[in-house]
């Protein structure tokens, strides 16, 4: 692989890698935040009420309600969090394997002593 193109793979990688981290991170401390900032309404009548809360951002209000699943039924538009943990497994592993197995030369080692370069050598 061309040394440049190998340098550029590898900064998207890392960029990529760092990008999605972040929003895994905060979307994480938000749920916290939001888990600790919920207040209970007694005048709520729905099953499985724990608490709610109003919030403002960008001019638009957001009223966030939180329920138990267990007497209700899930919803058909749900919104998963899941993609920036998913990203983020990705694109470490994605790091991994041009790091220490496509960048071999880089850390200077032998073809014919090390396995793992000869392995990944017969799949490229």
Known sequence: MDQELFDWLLLLGRWLHITVAITWIGTSIFFMWLDRTIEFNELSK???HVGELWMVHGGGFYHVEKLLMGPTKVPESLH???WESYWT????IFLICMIFYAGSGT??????????LRFFRRLV
Request: proline residues 0%; charged residues 20%.
């Open 46 to 48: 729905k099953d499985g």
């Open 80 to 82: 998963w969090f899941k």
């Open 89 to 92: 497994w990705l694109s470490g």
């Open 107 to 116: 850390f200077l080692l032998d073809a014919s002593v090390s396995l793992t």
